[in-house]
Every structure is written in C-alpha cells, then in structure tokens.
C-alpha cells in the first residue's frame, strides 16, 4: 500500500504546547499535503510540500520532508483549543491520486 | 467563491436500495474526486472525474460508479446496497491538470445503510 501512516494515532496536549505528528509512506512521491478534519466533516488542506522540498512553513505549522526516509513531520506551534482535531497526511503518487493515513487525532486542552 | 457544496447531507437507506450522491465543485475547477470514509478502513479513494471522463479508479466493486457532467458537477451511484457501505462519503474538487495540487473537500454526505 502506498498509504501514509501517521504516528501517534492520538495525541493529547495543553494549549501553549507544540503539537507534532509524524508521517510515513512507501512510495516515491510528488508530493505530500496535510490535510485538517474537525470531527465527522470535510477535510481542510493545511499544506503541500513537494518531493524537492525539505521544509516549508505556513503560520503556525511547520512541515518537513525527509524523501530517503520516507517520511514528513507537521509541527503546530503554540497550539490552541480550536486546533482540537484530526490530521492526515496524503502522498500524492505517480498513479495521480492522493492515498491518505488513518490520521492523528489531536485533542488540545484549555 | 462558493466551495464544494454535497446533496445530501443524510441518507438513510436499506439493504438492497440504490443511491446517488450529487457534488457541486467550486466554480473553475475541473477535478472532482470521490472517497469514502469509514472508522475502520478510514479514507479511500474512489474515483476521480476531470472533463467528464474517468481519470483515475480505486479498488472498489462495480456497484460503486459515477460520472460528471458538463458543468463539472458529479455524481455518484452505490447500487445493491450492503451494510458495509455506510460511510462518509466525501469529494472534492480541484482545477486539475495533473491533480497534483490542493484539493477542496465538500462536508460530506452521511448515509447509514440499515
């Protein structure tokens, strides 16, 4: 399977605290895109990295991409209650489709 | 701009019944993919429609089909309904090319099969 797997499946931390979720796969990639979900609604695209890309902020989120170890980390800085939710990670392969992990769920406390 | 808009939002059916799902795209975007959501196999990819042809396929039975219309509107139909296929049933739309890029999810359509 060329799914990314995300590691840990959950994750439970204070608000202020940095949050970070590890993403492995097993393909080449073109690119590798974390993906937001508040439970039981649609998806909200957080960030693309392309395989030729190493690292890549956006606000507080912070992405790297390690191609020879196969894997990504998405690091939230300063996380906040309203960050409470599940994250994926979805590598987009030379088949031209996304293939995503089971996700981390991510509970921020007040 | 409008996003990915999902009619409906619910469904509720039986063994045996047939459904179609209906997903309006942003407006430009040629792209409309199809996952399904479960609590066990979580996201999979169905399939994705770019100017109206069938671009790419997953590992679905043939009950599972779809197609897109000029508009770039889409639709997709589960036939013979079976307990295992109540899900969240999402898509999403972008402008396409080599669909490499973001893509934009709709909220999903719920549908609990009984």
């Known amino acids: 399977s060329q799914q990314g797997e995300e590691d840990p499946q959950a994750l439970s931390i204070q608000e202020g605290e940095n949050a970070t979720m590890n993403c492995s796969y097993k393909t080449s990639i073109n690119n590798l895109q974390w993906y937001r979900q508040n439970s039981g609604r649609g998806l909200v695209h957080l960030i693309l990295i392309r395989s030729n890309e190493r690292e890549k902020h956006s606000g507080r989120l912070r992405v790297t991409l390690d191609t020879s170890k196969k894997s990504s980390s998405l690091l939230i800085t300063a996380s906040r209650a309203a960050d409470t939710a599940s994250y994926f990670c979805a590598t987009y392969s030379t088949l031209g489709r996304l293939y995503f992990g089971r996700g981390t769920q991510l509970t921020v406390w007040p | ?114």
């Open chain 2, 1 to 114: 701009k409008a996003g990915v808009t999902q009619t409906p939002r619910y469904l509720i059916k039986t063994r045996g019944q047939q459904v179609t799902l209906s997903c309006s795209p942003i407006s430009g975007h040629r792209s409309v993919s199809w996952y399904q959501q479960t609590p066990g196999q979580g996201l999979q990819f169905l399939f994705e429609y770019f100017s109206e042809t069938q671009r790419n396929k997953g590992n679905f039975p043939g009950r599972f089909s779809g197609r897109q219309f000029s508009n770039s509107r889409s639709e997709m139909n589960v036939s013979t309904l079976e307990l295992g296929d109540s899900a969240l049933y999402l898509c999403a739309s972008s402008l396409g090319g080599t669909g490499a890029g973001e893509q934009f999810f709709g909220p999903g359509t719920r549908l609990t099969v009984l």
